[in-house]
Protein backbone atom coordinates (compact mmCIF):
# COMPACT_ATOMS: atom_id res chain seq x y z
CA UNK A 1 0.00 0.00 0.00
CA UNK A 2 1.34 3.47 -0.97
CA UNK A 3 0.61 5.03 2.47
CA UNK A 4 1.27 8.76 1.06
CA UNK A 5 -1.28 8.30 -1.98
CA UNK A 6 -3.70 6.72 0.59
CA UNK A 7 -3.98 9.72 3.17
CA UNK A 8 -3.74 12.13 0.16
CA UNK A 9 -6.95 10.62 -0.64
CA UNK A 10 -8.04 10.18 2.94
CA UNK A 11 -7.56 14.08 3.53
CA UNK A 12 -9.12 15.27 0.39
CA UNK A 13 -12.40 13.44 1.03
CA UNK A 14 -12.53 14.10 4.58
CA UNK A 15 -12.22 17.79 4.02
CA UNK A 16 -14.86 18.16 1.48
CA UNK A 17 -17.22 15.31 2.88
CA UNK A 18 -17.97 13.96 -0.38
CA UNK A 19 -16.35 11.17 -1.81
CA UNK A 20 -17.39 12.53 -5.32
CA UNK A 21 -15.69 15.75 -4.70
CA UNK A 22 -12.77 14.99 -2.90
CA UNK A 23 -11.74 12.49 -5.21
CA UNK A 24 -11.94 15.40 -8.02
CA UNK A 25 -10.03 17.68 -5.67
CA UNK A 26 -7.33 14.79 -5.73
CA UNK A 27 -7.73 14.43 -9.71
CA UNK A 28 -8.04 10.75 -9.09
CA UNK A 29 -11.21 8.28 -9.73
CA UNK A 30 -13.67 8.11 -7.23
CA UNK A 31 -13.38 4.16 -7.10
CA UNK A 32 -9.15 5.02 -6.59
CA UNK A 33 -10.25 7.10 -3.71
CA UNK A 34 -12.13 4.36 -2.42
CA UNK A 35 -10.44 1.87 -2.75
CA UNK A 36 -7.02 3.67 -1.19
CA UNK A 37 -9.03 4.38 1.64
CA UNK A 38 -10.51 0.98 2.85
CA UNK A 39 -6.86 -0.16 2.48
CA UNK A 40 -5.61 2.20 5.11
CA UNK A 41 -8.46 1.38 7.21
CA UNK A 42 -7.62 -2.17 6.67
CA UNK A 43 -4.21 -1.48 7.68
CA UNK A 44 -5.39 0.71 10.77
CA UNK A 45 -7.58 -2.11 11.86
CA UNK A 46 -9.97 0.50 12.46
CA UNK A 47 -12.57 2.61 10.38
CA UNK A 48 -11.85 6.47 8.85
CA UNK A 49 -15.19 7.80 7.65
CA UNK A 50 -18.63 6.80 8.16
CA UNK A 51 -20.18 6.34 4.48
CA UNK A 52 -23.59 7.15 2.94
CA UNK A 53 -24.35 7.60 -0.60
CA UNK A 54 -24.13 11.26 -0.57
CA UNK A 55 -21.58 11.58 1.99
CA UNK A 56 -18.73 10.97 3.76
CA UNK A 57 -18.51 11.66 7.45
CA UNK A 58 -14.63 11.15 10.17
CA UNK A 59 -15.31 8.81 12.65
CA UNK A 60 -13.56 9.45 15.93
CA UNK A 61 -10.92 7.36 14.80
CA UNK A 62 -10.61 9.37 11.89
CA UNK A 63 -10.44 12.54 13.21
CA UNK A 64 -7.60 11.69 15.45
CA UNK A 65 -5.80 10.50 12.24
CA UNK A 66 -6.40 13.63 10.00
CA UNK A 67 -3.97 15.89 11.81
CA UNK A 68 -1.06 13.30 11.28
CA UNK A 69 -2.52 12.28 7.73
CA UNK A 70 -2.50 16.06 7.01
CA UNK A 71 1.24 16.25 8.00
CA UNK A 72 2.43 12.68 6.09
CA UNK A 73 0.81 14.73 2.91
CA UNK A 74 2.32 18.05 3.84
CA UNK A 75 5.75 16.48 3.92
CA UNK A 76 5.75 14.42 0.58
CA UNK A 77 4.52 17.36 -1.22
CA UNK A 78 7.54 19.32 0.51
CA UNK A 79 9.83 16.83 -0.84
CA UNK A 80 8.87 16.25 -4.38
CA UNK A 81 9.18 20.43 -4.06
CA UNK A 82 12.62 19.97 -2.47
CA UNK A 83 13.39 17.21 -5.18
CA UNK A 84 12.50 19.33 -7.97
CA UNK A 85 14.32 22.36 -6.60
CA UNK A 86 17.57 19.57 -6.73
CA UNK A 87 17.51 18.60 -10.17
CA UNK A 88 17.36 21.83 -11.13
CA UNK A 89 20.28 23.40 -9.42
CA UNK A 90 23.40 23.73 -12.13
CA UNK A 91 25.56 21.18 -12.08
CA UNK A 92 28.80 23.16 -12.82
CA UNK A 93 31.30 21.06 -15.02
CA UNK A 94 34.53 21.71 -16.06
CA UNK A 95 35.10 21.15 -19.75
CA UNK A 96 38.16 21.47 -22.30
CA UNK A 97 38.59 25.06 -23.75
CA UNK A 98 39.07 23.73 -27.24
CA UNK A 99 35.25 22.56 -27.22
CA UNK A 100 33.42 24.59 -29.63
CA UNK A 101 30.56 26.65 -28.38
CA UNK A 102 27.57 25.39 -30.62
CA UNK A 103 28.84 21.91 -29.15
CA UNK A 104 28.91 23.12 -26.07
CA UNK A 105 25.32 24.68 -26.41
CA UNK A 106 23.91 21.44 -27.96
CA UNK A 107 25.12 19.46 -24.63
CA UNK A 108 23.33 21.92 -22.60
CA UNK A 109 20.12 21.69 -24.16
CA UNK A 110 20.51 17.28 -23.78
CA UNK A 111 21.13 17.66 -20.38
CA UNK A 112 17.99 20.05 -19.61
CA UNK A 113 16.13 17.71 -21.82
CA UNK A 114 17.30 14.95 -19.32
CA UNK A 115 16.75 17.16 -16.35
CA UNK A 116 20.15 17.95 -15.40
CA UNK A 117 21.12 21.80 -15.56
CA UNK A 118 24.55 22.11 -16.78
CA UNK A 119 26.73 25.00 -16.20
CA UNK A 120 29.96 24.57 -18.20
CA UNK A 121 33.45 26.74 -17.59
CA UNK A 122 36.07 25.82 -20.02
CA UNK A 123 39.86 25.26 -18.58
CA UNK A 124 43.02 23.56 -19.58
CA UNK A 125 43.42 19.81 -18.49
CA UNK A 126 45.32 20.36 -14.96
CA UNK A 127 43.27 23.37 -14.37
CA UNK A 128 39.86 21.24 -14.76
CA UNK A 129 41.60 18.34 -12.71
CA UNK A 130 42.32 20.75 -9.76
CA UNK A 131 38.69 22.47 -10.10
CA UNK A 132 37.35 18.77 -9.16
CA UNK A 133 39.70 18.49 -6.12
CA UNK A 134 38.71 21.69 -4.63
CA UNK A 135 35.31 21.38 -5.26
CA UNK A 136 34.82 25.11 -7.80
CA UNK A 137 33.26 22.52 -9.97
CA UNK A 138 31.07 19.51 -9.57
CA UNK A 139 32.56 17.57 -12.22
CA UNK A 140 35.18 17.79 -14.94
CA UNK A 141 36.28 15.95 -18.39
CA UNK A 142 39.94 14.81 -17.70
CA UNK A 143 42.32 14.30 -19.71
CA UNK A 144 43.10 10.77 -19.19
CA UNK A 145 45.47 7.55 -21.12
CA UNK A 146 42.91 6.80 -24.58
CA UNK A 147 42.82 3.64 -23.71
CA UNK A 148 41.28 4.32 -20.20
CA UNK A 149 38.78 6.71 -21.06
CA UNK A 150 35.27 6.83 -21.67
CA UNK A 151 35.82 9.01 -24.89
CA UNK A 152 39.04 8.40 -27.29
CA UNK A 153 39.43 11.02 -29.87
CA UNK A 154 42.38 10.02 -32.41
CA UNK A 155 45.18 12.29 -32.99
CA UNK A 156 47.41 13.36 -36.09
CA UNK A 157 49.19 16.15 -37.76
CA UNK A 158 47.69 19.16 -39.63
CA UNK A 159 48.79 21.66 -42.09
CA UNK A 160 48.10 24.29 -44.44
CA UNK A 161 49.22 21.72 -48.09
CA UNK A 162 46.89 19.85 -49.99
CA UNK A 163 45.09 17.15 -48.66
CA UNK A 164 46.55 13.95 -48.52
CA UNK A 165 44.97 10.59 -47.69
CA UNK A 166 48.89 8.61 -47.12
CA UNK A 167 50.05 9.10 -43.24
CA UNK A 168 53.12 11.54 -42.33
CA UNK A 169 56.16 10.24 -41.10
CA UNK A 170 58.31 12.50 -38.41
CA UNK A 171 61.53 10.92 -40.01
CA UNK A 172 60.67 13.38 -42.58
CA UNK A 173 61.54 16.01 -40.80
CA UNK A 174 65.04 15.19 -39.73
CA UNK A 175 67.23 17.48 -41.89
CA UNK A 176 70.04 16.38 -43.98
CA UNK A 177 73.71 17.53 -44.80
CA UNK A 178 72.51 20.01 -47.23
CA UNK A 179 69.48 21.30 -45.58
CA UNK A 180 71.35 22.11 -41.94
CA UNK A 181 71.17 26.30 -42.42
CA UNK A 182 67.49 25.74 -43.25
CA UNK A 183 64.33 26.28 -40.71
CA UNK A 184 63.07 22.73 -39.79
CA UNK A 185 59.31 21.95 -39.72
CA UNK A 186 57.87 22.39 -36.26
CA UNK A 187 55.00 20.06 -34.42
CA UNK A 188 53.42 22.98 -32.50
CA UNK A 189 51.50 20.98 -29.58
CA UNK A 190 48.62 22.93 -27.67
CA UNK A 191 47.74 23.43 -24.19
CA UNK A 192 45.23 20.63 -23.83
CA UNK A 193 47.90 17.81 -25.26
CA UNK A 194 49.81 19.27 -22.48
CA UNK A 195 49.60 15.78 -20.65
CA UNK A 196 52.21 12.91 -20.43
CA UNK A 197 50.47 10.44 -22.17
CA UNK A 198 50.61 12.78 -25.30
CA UNK A 199 53.42 15.23 -24.70
CA UNK A 200 55.96 12.43 -23.72
CA UNK A 201 55.42 10.00 -26.30
CA UNK A 202 55.96 12.50 -28.79
CA UNK A 203 59.26 14.00 -27.38
CA UNK A 204 60.53 10.45 -26.85
CA UNK A 205 59.81 9.66 -30.77
CA UNK A 206 61.37 12.99 -31.51
CA UNK A 207 64.52 11.52 -30.05
CA UNK A 208 64.02 8.24 -31.40
CA UNK A 209 64.40 9.77 -34.60
CA UNK A 210 67.03 12.17 -33.87
CA UNK A 211 65.11 15.65 -34.46
CA UNK A 212 65.79 18.43 -32.62
CA UNK A 213 64.57 19.69 -29.54
CA UNK A 214 63.01 22.79 -30.83
CA UNK A 215 61.28 20.91 -33.51
CA UNK A 216 58.61 19.83 -31.41
CA UNK A 217 57.33 23.17 -28.94
CA UNK A 218 54.47 23.34 -27.03
CA UNK A 219 52.22 26.62 -27.55
CA UNK A 220 50.73 29.38 -24.81
CA UNK A 221 47.12 28.84 -26.44
CA UNK A 222 45.77 27.25 -29.65
CA UNK A 223 45.70 30.43 -30.91
CA UNK A 224 49.45 30.87 -31.16
CA UNK A 225 50.14 27.53 -32.72
CA UNK A 226 47.23 27.82 -35.30
CA UNK A 227 49.14 31.21 -36.43
CA UNK A 228 52.54 29.50 -36.60
CA UNK A 229 51.28 26.82 -38.76
CA UNK A 230 49.36 28.96 -41.21
CA UNK A 231 52.63 31.04 -41.31
CA UNK A 232 54.43 28.45 -42.54
CA UNK A 233 55.20 24.64 -42.84
CA UNK A 234 54.97 23.77 -39.55
CA UNK A 235 52.65 21.45 -38.27
CA UNK A 236 49.89 20.98 -35.64
CA UNK A 237 49.13 18.12 -33.39
CA UNK A 238 45.05 17.79 -33.58
CA UNK A 239 42.02 15.86 -33.66
CA UNK A 240 40.36 15.80 -37.78
CA UNK A 241 37.35 17.84 -36.06
CA UNK A 242 39.75 20.33 -34.79
CA UNK A 243 41.65 20.31 -38.45
CA UNK A 244 38.10 20.65 -40.37
CA UNK A 245 37.47 23.93 -38.53
CA UNK A 246 40.51 25.33 -38.84
CA UNK A 247 40.43 24.64 -42.52
CA UNK A 248 43.97 22.37 -42.29
CA UNK A 249 44.63 19.17 -43.48
CA UNK A 250 45.11 16.47 -41.77
CA UNK A 251 46.94 13.09 -41.59
CA UNK A 252 48.12 10.22 -39.39
CA UNK A 253 51.35 9.75 -37.85
CA UNK A 254 53.10 6.62 -39.21
CA UNK A 255 55.30 6.40 -36.37
CA UNK A 256 52.67 6.58 -33.41
CA UNK A 257 49.08 6.57 -32.57
CA UNK A 258 47.99 8.83 -30.55
CA UNK A 259 44.68 10.01 -29.02
CA UNK A 260 42.89 11.71 -26.52
CA UNK A 261 41.16 10.18 -23.92
CA UNK A 262 38.54 11.41 -21.39
CA UNK A 263 36.69 10.66 -18.38
CA UNK A 264 34.20 12.21 -15.93
CA UNK A 265 35.41 13.05 -12.72
CA UNK A 266 33.14 14.08 -9.88
CA UNK A 267 33.30 14.98 -6.07
CA UNK A 268 29.85 13.23 -5.79
CA UNK A 269 29.28 9.71 -7.12
CA UNK A 270 25.36 10.79 -7.87
CA UNK A 271 27.09 13.67 -9.99
CA UNK A 272 29.35 10.76 -11.85
CA UNK A 273 26.07 8.64 -12.70
CA UNK A 274 23.58 11.67 -13.75
CA UNK A 275 26.38 12.67 -16.51
CA UNK A 276 27.09 9.22 -17.17
CA UNK A 277 23.04 8.88 -18.00
CA UNK A 278 23.64 11.41 -20.64
CA UNK A 279 23.71 10.11 -24.67
CA UNK A 280 27.21 9.60 -24.99
CA UNK A 281 27.69 11.14 -28.01
CA UNK A 282 26.28 14.27 -26.96
CA UNK A 283 29.96 14.73 -25.02
CA UNK A 284 31.62 13.04 -27.25
CA UNK A 285 30.71 15.57 -30.13
CA UNK A 286 32.05 18.59 -27.47
CA UNK A 287 35.40 16.74 -27.90
CA UNK A 288 35.35 16.03 -31.62
CA UNK A 289 34.34 12.22 -31.34
CA UNK A 290 32.70 12.65 -35.01
CA UNK A 291 35.76 13.24 -36.89
CA UNK A 292 35.82 15.43 -39.37
CA UNK A 293 33.58 17.81 -37.46
CA UNK A 294 31.10 18.40 -40.03
CA UNK A 295 27.47 18.55 -38.96
CA UNK A 296 24.29 19.83 -41.28
CA UNK A 297 26.99 21.93 -43.28
CA UNK A 298 28.45 23.56 -40.25
CA UNK A 299 32.08 23.83 -38.88
CA UNK A 300 32.44 22.47 -35.40
CA UNK A 301 34.04 25.78 -34.17
CA UNK A 302 30.64 27.97 -34.62
Known amino acids: MDVVAACRAFVAVSGHGSFTVGAAAARIPQSVASRRIAALEQHFGARLLDRTSRTATLTAFGRDMLPTARRLVELAEAMEYEAERAKLRPLRMAVPDICAPLRLARLVATGQEQHVNLDLCQ ?171 SEGGRQPWE
Not at 232 to 254: F, N, T, V, Y
Not at 269 to 292: Q, V
Request: with cysteine.
Open 123 to 293: AAPRERAELVRTQEVRAALIAVPADQGSWRIPLGLADTGGPHALPIYLETLRAGRADRDTRRRRIWLQPEDDVPHIRDRVHRLRDALGLQPTQVVLASSLVTAVAEVLGSGDLLLCSPAQSHGLGLHWREIGELALARGYDIAAGQHSDAERLRALPPEAIGNCLGANGSG
